[in-house]
């Protein structure tokens, strides 16, 4: 199964995140299909980029996202835009 999840950058004590879709069977740091976008949790607020249309690409093909990016996509508002298209 595909998962949308974020796997870590950055050195010691300065994560930086980027936001993939990759084989649930993978490691965290491990090989990944596509970039989807990046997160900077340091930056105030949180800086969060994505591409949006490609995020739902992935998951109309029926990927899951972890419960972080879960939480990210309900922050960036695509969430409700996820559930829009559903409704129509």
Do not use: C
Request: proline share 6%; no cysteine.
């Amino acid at each position: 199964m595909v998962r949308l999840r974020l796997t870590r950058g950055g050195r010691h004590k300065r994560p930086f995140y980027r936001i993939v879709a990759a084989d649930s069977r993978m490691p965290r740091d491990g090989r990944y299909l596509e970039v989807l976008g990046t997160y900077d949790p340091l930056k105030t607020p949180a800086a969060i980029t994505m591409k949006q249309e490609r995020v739902l690409a992935w998951l109309k093909k029926g990927a899951q996202p972890s419960v972080t990016v879960h939480n990210l996509l309900h922050r960036t508002g695509l969430l409700k835009q996820i559930k829009a298209a559903a409704k129509a």
